[in-house]
T-cell receptor, first 113, second 116 residues
């Protein structure tokens, strides 16, 4: 069965430091992968997505993610974190039927000054 | 272009009452998805609808839950005889075409249901 694992429940990063959020998936074929961000009390906003092609994907707000098939990973990165990046981040995969997203449990990012 | 609208944003019900959650997709979107987010959990898919049709309801509980997306008006998620375990945030998303075509799902702000 398809699944998404985000190993880190909570991460704290200093403002200006680099960030990497981990995401591992379970799926036999080439996956459609997504990263969403959720601010408190808000809906989810798409940061970036991977369908095919270049394995390094650029997104909004300075985020990027790299698809590594050999590691079944799709880690999210940002070179310099801003206080406004504090939020919850969700990795997701499109299900096999193409009808729904399967989400990880999320990683909460805190940014310290 | 307004985003996905959900109402109410907060809903309080007593055990045994009915909850009706509404979702108006973005203009031009004919595909609607409902997800539930329990505390400390990620979002779990519930149902996928197109206008007047349920396409995939594999994530819907077998009893008390139903969803519709009529030709006119918003999509409705209905929970009958609510129990405390139904307390969660319910998110609606919409897309202009089928997700399989690689289209983004746009999410609404959610309805937070509290069952007393």
């Amino acid at each position: 069965a398809q699944s998404v694992t985000q190993p880190d429940i909570h991460i704290t990063v200093s403002e200006g430091a680099s960030l990497e959020l981990r995401c591992n998936y379970s799926y036999g074929a080439t996956p459609y992968l997504f990263w969403y961000v959720q601010s408190p009390g808000q809906g989810l906003q798409l940061l970036l997505k991977y369908f095919s092609g270049d394995t390094l994907v650029q997104g909004i707000k300075g985020f990027e993610a790299e698809f590594k098939r050999s590691q079944s990973s799709f880690n999210l990165r940002k070179p310099s974190v801003h206080w406004s990046d504090a939020a919850e981040y969700f990795c997701a995969i499109l299900n096999q039927a193409g009808t729904a997203l399967i989400f990880g449990k999320g990683t909460t990012l805190s940014v310290s000054s | 272009n307004a985003g996905v609208m959900q109402n109410p944003r907060h809903l309080v019900r007593r055990r045994g009452q009915e909850a009706r959650l509404r979702c108006s997709p973005m203009k031009g979107h004919s595909h609607v998805y409902w997800y539930r987010q329990l505390p400390e959990e990620g979002l779990k898919f519930m149902v996928y609808l197109q206008k007047e049709n349920i396409i995939d309801e594999s994530g819907m509980p077998k009893e008390r839950f139903s969803a519709e997306f009529p030709k006119e008006g918003p999509s409705i998620l209905r929970i009958q005889q609510v129990v405390r375990g139904d307390s969660a945030a319910y998110f609606c998303a919409s897309s202009p075409l089928a997700q399989l075509a690689g289209n983004e799902q746009f999410f609404g702000p959610g309805t937070r249901l509290t069952v007393l």
